[in-house]
């Protein structure tokens, strides 16, 4: 690679408003084409040191500004991003391998918006107060910025969740450091090069590059960093758990999922299949909501499936940039042997492949021989104890399954160890209501999918996370309270 070197985008960190070069480097691939194409700083306890410093010297002036002067600060870094969309849009496809037709619509419009809707939220939040005239006493509280915040976000949505991170972070008047995932770090460093542009201070926004074993642990270990944010798999989780416990950090984890989809037999299926493909496949399967169990009522079972296979099929996988292809490549080589590994285990114990992997040819462009792709897989006959139906897969595959009542159906979608978020489809209106608050989620969409009102809260349960976030419960989690008694 090293022959290639001056062809390849090299990253540097950013601390205290400043590109830092760094001392190694990690090589990040195209997944579209499995070239190396881009060198990402491979930072440490260093770098983190440096980054931490920075935040903590810019902390007393910003969060002495006002929320009105933080609101404005925001709303011109929203729109700097949103003036260059299109580049962000072709960053994110390449680094990413996800469609360039999903950036520029999903990603990094609600990058923009995470900021918009941040600027406009700090504005709104009022304190409590109570009076309490026989003690003469007058309660109040107040809310105050934490400090550093460490922000550590994943490589399925890169710009989308790292934003949904430090919009509110900065809106709530702390500073940052922010680490975003090794394999897809581009956008993060783009968006670096507004952020003077907008008007933040220096060592408001720091974002240090590196592995999550080494800069992540960094940053979880810092002493002076009271409060993480984390976006990414349970496993990790545990071990940022253990290692801020002797901290005592306040701690926000929105993990995986293993997101049921409960179709009863009277849904709307001109609406349900094509929705239930979207919430299957979108993003190669890469998006904690997706759903990869999907239960369907013995009564329309056949017609779904021959219904919903058929569909799969018309989605086109190929060259990320194609605004004409509704599948991208994975993330990565060994994340593409993870997923069609999955697909093998179900084969093994007797469960049918109905149409993608292993049944189907792929044809690629000549470019994309050597990328990371997938065709959506459709898995029926399968038992609920099978690991495609316990465990997150993240990728295009789904297993569809028949049900017969409702009293059975909502346990067998209670039955993992997720609990992220769930879609019931049924024109039953009280059905709909009892179903939904039995499930074991954080989220129930019913006759929709991933309709997101921000002010609402966004979280899981169980091995899903800790934690919500959205207008009030981001709000809550980047501030102390503080309750204040006068007797007067």
């Known amino acids: 690679t090293m022959a290639h070197s001056k062809t390849l985008l090299v990253l540097e960190n950013f601390i205290a408003g400043k590109f830092v070069p760094c001392s190694s480097y990690i090589d990040s691939y195209n997944p579209s084409t499995g070239d190396v194409y881009c060198r990402v700083p491979d930072s440490g306890k260093e ?21 009105l ?36 619509t999903v990603d990094i419009p609600r990058a923009v918006y995470n900021f918009r ?7 709104h939040h009022t304190t409590e107060c109570t009076e309490v005239p026989t003690m003469g006493c007058v309660h109040y509280t107040s809310r105050t910025p934490v400090g550093v915040a460490g922000l550590i976000s994943p490589w399925n949505l890169p710009l989308y969740l790292l934003t949904w991170k430090i919009a509110p972070a900065i809106a709530c008047g702390n500073t940052v450091v922010a680490k975003p995932s090794e394999m897809t770090s581009v956008t993060a460093w783009m968006m670096c090069k507004l952020l003077e542009k907008a008007g933040i201070p220096p060592g408001v ?68 299949i094509p929705t239930t493909l979207k919430f299957s496949f979108a993003n190669q399967g890469e998006i904690c909501l997706c759903t990869s169990r999907i239960f369907v009522q013995r009564g329309i079972y056949n017609e779904f499936l021959k ?38 285990e179900a084969q093994a114990e007797g469960a049918r492949v109905l149409c993608g992997e292993g049944v189907d040819s792929l044809a690629l462009p000549a470019g994309n021989q050597k990328g990371y792709f997938m065709l959506p897989t459709v898995i029926a006959e399968i038992k609920d104890e099978s690991c495609c139906m316990q465990e997150e897969i993240f990728g295009p595959v789904t297993c569809v399954v028949a049900f017969d009542t409702e009293e059975e159906v909502i346990e067998r979608a209670n039955g993992v160890k997720y609990g992220l978020a769930a879609t019931v489809w049924s ?58 008694t006068i007797k007067h």
């Open 307 to 344: 219904r919903f296979v058929a569909e799969a099929k018309k989605w086109k996988v190929g060259d990320p940039s194609d605004p004409t292809v509704n599948v991208g490549a994975l993330i990565s080589k060994e994340h593409l042997e993870k997923v069609k590994n999955y697909v093998k």
């Open 69 to 104: 002067e933080r609101s404005q600060i925001l709303n011109k870094l929203a729109d700097l991003v949103e003036h260059d969309l299109e580049a962000f849009a072709q960053a994110e496809s390449k680094d990413q391998g996800k469609t360039i037709t999903f950036a520029r």
């Open 47 to 67: 770098e983190v040191e440096a980054a931490v410093k920075a935040a903590k010297a810019a902390f007393p002036i910003w969060s002495s500004k006002s929320p």
């Open 117 to 123: 809707f941040f600027a406009s939220s700090i504005l």
């Open 427 to 484: 024109s039953n209106v009280g059905r709909v209501h009892r179903v939904a608050r039995r499930l074991q989620c954080g989220l129930v969409w019913s006759n929709c999918w991933l309709v997101r009102d921000l002010n609402l809260p966004f979280g899981g349960m169980k091995a899903s996370g800790i934690g919500r976030e959205g207008a009030k419960d981001s709000y809550e989690f980047f501030t102390e309270v503080k309750t204040i």
């Open 205 to 272: 926004v720091n974002v240090v590059f590196g592995t999550g074993s080494k800069a992540g642990e960094a940053l979880v270990c810092h002493a002076d960093v009271p409060l993480i944010s984390f976006t990414g798999s349970t496993l990790t989780a545990q071990r940022i758990t253990e290692k801020s416990a002797p901290h005592c950090k306040k701690l926000s984890l929105e993990l995986g999922g293993k997101n049921p989809a409960i179709i009863f037999d009277d849904a709307d299926l001109t609406q349900c």
